[in-house]
């Protein structure tokens, strides 16, 4: 079965920029979206169709997909951003990734 | 805007069917083209997609879970609902229903979230 692949943990400094990886085989042939979570709250679309942003979300986040790896940046980090971060992909099933816990410090 | 709210009993019993329902509200469950779909996510764990049904009623599952899962629609109360059958502790978790948006080209994305409802099971 399709899997997708996330860093469990990613740390940056306030104002730095941070890059959350996504990998799976032939990904880039795939369309890729991001959720942040954040501890007892529902997830939050933050980029669908690999680089789109849905309204009310901060130019800060972008994405990227090819090759097998997909990315979520987020430049000038805050501390509001600190959450964890999952990639979702579609093959014949709905996928998520393990998810990637992002700590601001 | 469009809301989502889960419902259904907390507490499970162990080879019990679980049934849970979400409610939308400010919008139509039959307009537009969505899939409306469950997730959960056991505590300390990621989120597991477990299925979702389409507005015309058909119906994609977690082949993980597909033997234990039925996903209906119910178009006159605006809802959609969850059976999960035979539970075990291992299913325990926060559910959430949420509206998955989709387009030419295989590209899906959940977009609304409900806030999600915590299912114990436990005897």
């Known amino acids: 079965s399709y899997e997708l692949t996330q860093p469990p943990s990613v740390s940056v400094s306030p104002g730095q920029t941070a890059s959350i990886t996504c990998s799976g085989d032939?990904?880039?042939?795939?369309?890729v979206c991001w959720y942040q979570k954040k501890a007892g709250q529902s997830p939050v679309l933050v980029i669908y169709q690999d680089t789109k942003r849905p309204s009310g979300i901060p130019e800060r986040f972008s994405g990227s997909n090819s090759g097998s790896t997909a990315t979520l940046t987020i430049s000038g980090t805050q501390p509001m951003d600190e959450a964890e971060y999952y990639c979702?992909?579609?093959?014949?099933?709905?996928?998520f990734g393990g998810g990637t816990k992002l700590t601001v410090l | 805007q469009v809301q989502l709210q889960e419902s259904g009993p907390g507490l499970v019993k162990p080879s019990q069917t679980l049934s849970l329902t979400c409610t939308v509200s400010g919008g139509s469950i039959s307009s537009g083209s969505y899939y409306w779909s469950w997730i959960r996510q056991p505590a300390g764990k990621g989120l597991e997609w477990i299925g979702r049904?389409?507005?015309?009623?058909?119906?994609n599952y977690n082949p993980s879970l597909k033997s234990r899962v039925t996903i209906s629609l119910d178009t006159s109360k605006n809802q959609f609902s969850l059976n999960l059958s035979s539970v075990t502790a291992a299913d325990t978790a926060v559910y959430y229903c949420?509206?998955?948006?989709w387009g030419i080209g295989n590209y899906y994305y959940m977009d609304v979230w409900g806030k999600g409802t915590t299912v114990t099971v436990s005897s």
């Open positions: 032939k990904l880039g042939d795939k369309y």
């Open positions: 979702q992909a579609w093959d014949s099933r709905t996928v």
């Open positions: 949420a509206r998955d948006s």
């Open positions: 049904i389409y507005t015309t009623g058909g119906t």
